[in-house]
């Protein structure tokens, strides 16, 4: 690991505890970004996103001081993220996973299954196909998708911004990845 005491993480999260003018004005528009795709993802309502995410910047701003930079500042700010819209998530009572998913079956160690995403979705009427299919997905395996393919994080980042297991992860985009491509290959007419 670099060392924490040079970091761009430590010299943020130094100004904006220093209270430096624009110092958290920096902060949030470097993870605001993260932050909507996380809450966006989950909860699916672009009011309640938009106050969520400002009720993570609030909940950041507050316990920055707590932040103790044994993990990337993109973690800690995802868990906070994360945490927020699973509150929200539960207080409305939307489950975050199908009843139907078995999270005890045996876990996929590996993400890869032949199946290339982004190639298959080189077109533009089959990216609204998926972009579609993600949308039916729920919610939590939207966000681990939004994670992994958009943000780049990867599967030890993810595992310490949701609290769930490496394995349970990769299970989760195993699965999400079928049902895309099942999804596709069922709207296209083309096998994937």
């Known amino acids: 690991m670099d060392d924490i005491r040079s970091s761009p993480d430590r010299e943020l999260v130094d100004a904006v505890l220093a209270n430096r003018p624009g110092a958290f004005e920096c902060l949030v528009r470097e993870y605001q970004g993260l932050c909507w795709h996380i809450i966006q993802r ?3 309502n672009p ?3 938009r106050e969520l995410c400002q009720d993570t910047f609030l909940r950041v701003h507050q316990c920055l001081h707590q932040y ?3 993990s990337a500042l993109k973690s800690w700010i995802g868990r906070v993220a994360y945490t927020i819209a699973l509150r929200h998530l539960q207080h409305k009572r939307i489950p975050l996973v199908d009843n139907g998913s078995d999270d005890d079956c045996a876990l996929v160690e590996s993400i890869g299954d032949g199946f290339d995403l982004e ?3 080189a077109d533009e009427e089959t990216q609204r196909h998926l972009h579609a299919a993600i949308e039916q997905l729920p919610p939590l395996q939207r966000t681990l998708l939004t994670l992994y393919y958009l943000e780049e994080t990867t599967i030890p980042e993810i595992a310490r911004i949701t609290g769930l297991a490496s394995g349970t992860i990769k ?3 195993f699965r999400s ?3 895309l491509r099942g999804a596709l290959e069922a709207r296209t007419g083309v096998a994937a």
């Open 42 to 44: 989950m909860v699916r």
């Open 47 to 49: 009011e309640d996103a």
């Open 68 to 70: 103790r930079y044994e």
């Open 119 to 121: 190639a298959a979705c």
């Open 171 to 173: 299970s989760h985009l």
């Open 177 to 179: 990845r079928l049902r």
